[in-house]
């Protein structure tokens, strides 16, 4: 009796013991990707940042190369993954509105569309639409607070697309 439950917990184990052990999480990403190029983004949305798209473009260049195992790449032509995209949207919105219908806070609201375009190993396209927002009190201009809340918004962006490459749902 005590042969046989050594045998099963053994086999039981033995199943569930990981192939391999790795602290960079590859998900469904296809082994055939190793390079990907991101080309600046659109800027389609009215009142948006001049330097706003490149900005991002950029964050999103570092967050994939930091975050996933590809490689950025120089041109279009060497990349398995292109990244493309367009800000549609950029709004301010109050919100929390008090006695007197003043507002307590605002709420900066960015919503990107990207067309994740994959060569390898064969064609194939993902959509991808992310919309963050951030919320700042109405008592601050948003001249003063727009850098760091662009800065808190591209960080969820970013974390979207990777995790749309990662694993693609």
């Known amino acids: 009796m005590k042969f046989i439950f050594a045998i099963t917990v053994l086999i039981l184990c033995s199943s569930c013991w990981p192939r391999s052990i790795s602290f960079v999480d590859v998900g469904s990403m296809d082994p055939a990707w190793e390079v990907f190029y991101v080309e600046t983004l659109k800027n389609e949305a009215p009142n948006t940042p001049m330097s706003y798209s490149a900005t991002l473009s950029e964050d999103i260049k570092d967050g994939v190369q930091n975050n996933t195992r590809l490689l950025l790449g120089n041109s279009v032509d060497s990349a398995q993954v292109l990244i493309e995209g367009s800000i549609v949207s950029y709004s301010i919105t109050p919100v929390a509105l008090q006695e007197g219908d003043n507002a307590s806070q605002n709420r900066l609201t960015v919503s990107v569309r990207f067309e994740i ?45 990777v995790n749309k490459l990662l694993s693609n749902w």
């Open 117 to 161: 375009f994959i060569t390898e190993p064969e064609e194939d396209k993902m959509m991808l639409t992310s919309t963050r927002f951030v919320d700042y009190p109405s008592s601050q201009d948003l001249g003063s607070v727009e850098t760091e809340l662009l800065q808190e918004l591209n960080t969820q962006i970013v974390q979207d697309v």
